[in-house]
């Protein structure tokens, strides 16, 4: 499946954005769905996961109470929900899915989109 991410862009200290991730394949059912980022010289990391059916979902501590996970299976599409974003939220934000089994490893997941780009100024 293709993954293709979307909606990022630049917003200032205390603002909000929703990332979309929308699969191109009809027929899409992985077993969990994350979100990653990338700052620059870091490596990639853990930001949030929602297993496909939504009874689960997970955050690194540092988003939790600001970051929302959901999913619109007829549109195969998961959403991040970002509020009260902080500079350093600044990253290059990608999904990715996975077949089988749930994890905080990015090397675990199977498909990635390319990534989007959210830049938090202070």
């Known amino acids: 499946a293709q993954l293709v991410e979307s909606g990022g862009g630049l917003v200032q200290a205390g603002g909000s954005l929703r990332l979309s991730c929308t699969a191109s394949?009809?027929?899409?059912?992985?077993?969990?769905m994350g979100w990653f980022r990338q700052a620059p010289g870091k490596e990639r990391a853990f930001v949030a996961r929602l297993r496909w059916s939504g009874a689960y979902a997970d955050y690194v501590d540092s988003v939790k109470g600001r970051f929302t996970i959901s999913r619109d299976a007829y549109k195969n599409t998961v959403y991040l929900q970002m509020d009260n974003l902080k500079p350093e939220d600044t990253a290059v934000y990608y999904c990715a899915a996975r077949g089988y089994g749930s994890t905080r490893a990015p090397n675990d997941y199977d498909y990635w989109g390319q990534g989007t780009q959210v830049t938090v100024s202070s």
């Open positions: 394949a009809r027929t899409f059912s992985p077993y969990v």
